[in-house]
């Protein structure tokens, strides 16, 4: 900090016992000329004057210089300031080598204006000294003694604390010498498959890099969402394989669970409205069973939940609770699956405690049937589901006929096709047979991304491990009114007739 070289004042200009008691502390140096003492007496004994302006600040610079009280104020002022060492000193030291410098009053010729800015800025830093009790005043009188490389440093970029977490694990993974059967072992799918995703996430899922830190790259943010959903592992696992923090790995999982459902779903998740595709599923479904125009086979799941803080007995589960002997509590996945077992149908969140028949009516499929966009078409359940005019379900009732028998054996095996593609589903994303972590407000994301994800590895040929596989079993409640249409009684005994006429009808019953 430099300072201008105005005069301090001397006790002329301020003759009164507080100037002096202010400066009493200090060691006055010692001076041979008697002048200086002389004139101290008459001060003391005069009464004291009116109190003058600051802007008075015209005291005579040659009187000053004469008396050779000049070093003195020299030494007060260091003293005042703080700067006992020669190199402080220096920053603040005035020429006072030169006679002649003094002498010359042009030099030191200041207006009024210019000495009550002065005196107004030492009056600013130097009142808060006067509080010798006062911390603030410390405080500030401390910032005033600064140097002026404390003030006049530049200011240094912010710099955000983060832990060190080691990446070794992910940057083998991403490396592109990792072997291709590892890395589908852990993200469930090839490398083509993962960098196809990443390729459509990439407009959504980026994030710039901000002054505090880098963002995390695109890859890595899709990696650590399909890890979890794969493995089911803890956060604080996932936080260890990529090296990120607890809290940012389930944000980067909602996340890209939230771009996958935004993005992904209406391209992979298609109910097949235009008739090509939809005659097309209706053959395959007739070659695998003989059934004519059956359209997709449908089938609902539950997956554990931890129990929920709000509607706890909507959420439990009696029949699971029942055959585990442990309390359970779960939502549904009710999906439609074609030939190939993709979804071209899902309805997700609706508590364990609901029947199948119940999760149905709150479908969107419901919905879109009722508005006769089904028509011709069959969606072929099992004893789940009631009986309508475009939802085909099996005989209940004992004692059944032959061809009775037949249907169902057909409508198992297409059964079999949803079944297998929820086992499928389950068995790639583990996490949906463990009690997960994640709110039940943001639990159909995650769900839905999973569905999404199942499509992409079926369409795309990604066979399971055989070591994933496992019995899906899920409980059939017959609901109360099986029997809705008796358009579709008759229709269903005409085609139980039609199946064994055919010799379509297996004996895998006798």
């Known amino acids: 900090m430099e300072i201008s070289p105005f005069l301090f004042p001397n006790q002329e200009d301020y003759p009164s016992p507080n100037f002096f008691s202010f400066f009493q502390d200090f060691d006055f140096p010692a001076t041979t000329d008697t002048s200086v003492a002389a004139a101290a007496a008459p001060i003391a004994a005069e009464p004291l004057p009116k109190k003058r302006r600051v802007d008075d600040f015209d005291f005579d610079l040659e009187q000053v210089v004469e008396q050779g009280s000049l070093k003195s104020v020299e030494d007060i002022l260091n ?42 800025e030492i009056n600013e830093k130097v009142k808060p000294m006067a509080g010798t009790n006062n911390k603030r005043s410390r405080q500030n009188s401390a910032e005033f003694i600064s140097t002026s490389e404390e003030e006049y440093q530049p200011q ?4 955000l604390w983060v832990k060190d977490r080691s990446k070794a694990w992910w940057e083998q993974c991403n490396s592109p010498d990792f072997p ?77 669970c939230t771009a996958i459902k935004g993005v992904l779903m209406p391209k992979f998740v298609q109910w097949p409205n235009d008739d090509y595709k939809m005659n097309e599923i209706k053959h395959e479904f007739q070659m695998l069973s003989g059934m004519p125009n059956v359209g997709g086979s449908i089938y609902t799941t539950h997956v554990p939940i931890i ?36 979804f071209t149908d899902v309805c997700i969140g609706w508590p364990g405690s609901m029947s199948d028949d119940k999760v ?53 095996e297409i059964q079999k096709v949803a079944k297998e593609a929820f086992m499928r589903m389950k068995a790639r994303w583990s996490c949906l047979r463990k009690r997960t972590e994640v709110k039940l407000q943001d639990l159909p994301v995650v769900l839905g991304a999973c569905c999404v994800l199942h499509n992409i590895c079926e369409m795309r040929g990604e066979q399971l491990n055989p070591e994933l596989r496992f019995d899906l079993f899920d409980d059939e409640m017959v609901p109360e009114n099986i029997v809705r249409s008796m358009n ?23």
């Not at 603040?92 to 000495?115: G, M, P, R, V, Y």
């Not at 990696?223 to 604080?236: H, M, S």
């Not at 929920?308 to 999906?335: I, L, W």
């Open 156 to 159: 240094q970029q912010r710099r």
């Open 360 to 412: 149905l009516e709150k479908s969107a499929l419901y919905q879109r049937a009722n508005r006769g966009q089904l028509k011709d078409t069959w969606v072929v359940g099992n004893s789940g589901y009631p009986l309508m005019d475009w939802v085909l379900a099996p005989y209940t009732r004992q004692n059944l006929t032959w061809t009775q028998h037949a249907f169902n054996e057909k409508v198992g």
């Open 79 to 120: 003293k005042f300031l703080g700067f006992d060492k020669e190199e402080d000193k220096t920053e603040l030291k005035l020429d006072w080598s030169s006679q002649e410098q003094f002498t010359n009053q042009s030099a030191f010729n200041f207006s009024n204006q210019q000495s009550g800015l002065i005196m107004n």
């Open 488 to 510: 579709a009684v008759q229709t269903r005994d005409q085609i139980a007739h039609q199946l064994l006429h055919q010799n379509h009808a297996g004996t895998n019953f006798l």
């Open 307 to 342: 129990a929920p803080k709000v509607s706890v007995a909507a959420y439990f589960n009696k029949r699971h609770t029942e055959r585990n002997q442990k309390t359970s509590y779960s939502v549904t996945v009710q999906g439609v699956v074609d030939p190939k077992g993709v």
């Open 180 to 256: 291709e059967e590892e890395f589908k072992k852990a993200f469930r799918m090839s490398r083509a498959t993962f960098d196809m995703i990443c390729e459509e996430l990439e407009s959504v899922v980026t994030k710039k890099d901000t002054m505090l830190r880098q963002a995390i790259p695109v890859r890595q943010r899709v990696a650590v969402c399909i890890w979890r959903l794969a493995t089911g592992e803890p956060l604080r696992e996932v936080s260890k394989r990529f090296g990120l923090g607890i809290s940012t790995c389930h944000k980067l999982v909602l996340e890209v």
